[in-house]
């Protein structure tokens, strides 16, 4: 079991940006894989980034190009970049981590609200 602590939502304006932290616990988090999802009001939990085993990174077409994902491993924490925000990325943002050692462990969630 590993703990994942989630932070950096908030409310800001369309255009602008926000980074959201994902912290994990654990000695290996080098070879943690970290996806995040998005649930809007009312709608299903759709998948923002996957990255592939290969270090690759896929995006949907509706944040590629403003969403990034990086990752700190001396931090043990993951990151998703996000510019040019628009109202419809209003969401609860979430990290699910797979440890590739059988534990798969989604994080609390963290609220991004776009809007003027």
């Known amino acids: 079991q590993v703990q994942v602590v989630q932070s950096g939502g908030g409310l800001v304006q369309p255009g602008g940006s926000l980074t959201l932290s994902c912290t994990v616990s654990g000695s290996a988090f080098s070879i943690y894989t970290i996806d995040w999802y998005r649930q809007a009001p009312g709608k299903q939990r759709e998948l923002v980034t996957h990255s592939q085993s290969d270090g690759t990174t896929n995006y949907p077409t509706s944040v590629k190009g403003r969403f990034t994902v990086s990752r700190d491993n001396a931090k043990n924490t993951a990151y998703l970049q996000m510019n040019t925000l628009k109202p419809e990325d209003t969401a609860i943002y979430y990290c699910?981590?797979?440890?590739?050692?059988?534990?798969?462990?989604w994080g609390r969630g963290t609220q991004v609200t776009v809007s003027s």
């Open positions: 699910y981590v797979d440890t590739h050692g059988g534990v798969l462990t």
